[in-house]
Nanobody
Framework: QVQLVESGGGLAQAGGSLRISCAAS????????MGWFRQAPGKEREFVAA???????FYADSAKGRFTIARDNTKNTVYLQMNSVKPEDTAVYYC????????????????WGQGTQVTVSS
């Protein structure tokens, strides 16, 4: 079992930055894959970024060049640094973890946090 707790969401202006965090109850270096998803009102949950235990990181096209996922194994925490944010980034952001083959498929992740709201104003 892995408990995940997100924090750091809030309001940002377009073009600004925001960092959200996900604290895990287990050693993050032992977790195969940790990812970030988001869900806007009326839309399906979508993949944002993922980090493999190997150190490899993967991003949705919408996140490439703007977002960075990073694990801090000393704090058992995964971060999502969001720069140059846009109003379309507004969503509830979820942290997820598990042994994952298809990174972009939510059903492959076994553990989820409760989500943190990110709102970007224009």
């Amino acid at each position: 079992q892995v408990q995940l707790v997100e924090s750091g969401g809030g309001l940002a202006q377009a073009g600004g930055s925001l960092r959200i965090s996900c604290a895990a109850s287990r050693l993050t270096f032992a977790i195969d894959t940790m990812g970030w998803f988001r869900q806007a009102p009326g839309k399906e949950r979508e993949f944002v970024a993922a980090s493999r235990r190997s150190g490899d990181s993967f991003y949705a096209d919408s996140a490439k060049g703007r977002f960075t996922i990073a694990r801090d194994n000393t704090k058992n925490t995964v971060y999502l640094q969001m720069n140059s944010v846009k109003p379309e980034d507004t969503a509830v952001y979820y942290c997820a973890a598990g042994v994952v083959e298809n990174l972009v498929r939510p059903s492959e992740y076994s553990y989820w946090g409760q989500g943190t709201q990110v709102t970007v104003s224009s």
